[in-house]
């Protein structure tokens, strides 16, 4: 295998659409695709069983190690990532089916299902700049680390990719059932990261420490840039974490006509783990158990 992209490289504007891209591997990033300071579009096109050593088993998108500098663009449309994996050892790999740094990466329409990695991030892994999804679905992805689904850090570094500053994240419309994590956000871990998530169904996620569903916290290295998390028109249920089964709260959550019920922790927090910077407007947190709001101060 060669160190990266495994399948394709790109290096300035390639679009790949009704295609398929399985079995591919990469020493360090890209098992299947990976784009350098370019621009990426992915339509209607199967990636399966991609392998990557650190970063991005299906596709990775690297942007600069300058802050100065602008990252790459990422656009993926009704496609499928399934049964990739980042990570040569069971400690290694961030983005187990896409990997980015420092770039833009929009998802629309697509599923990711079955994939893994090592280190954190078992669908997408996001270090710095920006994630949009909508009408996608996650299921069974997961990670040895955090972030089940989607792992996305505004504030560190994160294996393969240098340390970065600032991300955002939108969800709406999308589904998240049945991923796991090892330590925090059994589906979504947002560190120093400004995130609204819209109309989502997260349900039956599963996290080893805190967030079984949800994980929002800052940067927990640099103790840069505060993160928020809004979460509107949805629904978190039957998820399960030490703490926080449904949310686990460590920065600043604002809840909006959103229904937290039926998760369970193991120690405290059953619906959302920590009180402090905590929001709850029009909302039902209720049926969780041991409690539907604990931990904090």
Request: hydrophobic share 30%; glycine share 22%; charged share 15%.
């Amino acid at each position: 295998a060669g160190i990266l992209g495994g399948g394709i490289y790109n290096s300035g504007k390639a679009t790949i659409s009704g295609s398929t891209i399985a079995g591919n591997s990469a020493a360090t990033a890209g098992g299947g695709i990976n784009s350098t300071f370019g621009t990426l579009e992915v339509a209607g096109t199967t990636l399966d069983g991609n392998s990557a050593g650190a970063f991005g088993g299906a596709i990775s998108i690297n942007g600069p190690t300058d802050f100065s500098e602008s990252g790459g663009t990422l656009t993926v449309v009704d496609s499928t990532l399934s049964n990739n994996t980042a990570g040569s050892t069971p400690d290694r790999g961030y983005g187990g089916g896409i990997g980015s740094n420092k770039s833009k990466t929009e998802i629309r329409g697509t599923s990711f299902t079955n994939n893994a990695s090592g280190r954190g991030a078992g669908g997408v892994g996001i270090n710095g700049g920006d994630l949009s999804v909508v009408d996608s679905a996650f299921s069974g992805n997961r990670t040895g680390e955090s972030g089940g689904a989607i792992s996305i850090n505004g504030g560190a570094s994160i294996n393969f990719a240098p340390r970065t500053q600032g991300a955002t994240l939108s969800v709406a419309r999308s589904s998240f059932a049945g991923n796991s994590a090892r330590r925090n956000g059994g589906a979504i871990e947002s560190i120093s990261t400004t995130a609204k998530v819209r109309g989502a169904t997260l349900e039956a996620n599963e996290a080893g420490s805190f967030g079984g569903a949800i994980s929002l916290d800052s940067d927990p290295i640099f103790n840069q840039s505060q993160g928020k998390l809004t979460l509107v028109d949805s629904t978190v249920s039957g998820n399960t974490a030490v703490r926080g089964g449904g949310i686990s709260n460590r920065d600043r959550l604002t809840l909006s006509n959103a229904t937290v019920t039926d998760n369970q922790a193991g120690d405290t927090g059953g619906g959302i783990y920590g009180r402090d910077g905590l929001v709850v407007g029009h909302s039902a947190v209720t049926g969780n158990r041991p409690d539907n709001i604990g931990g904090g101060t």
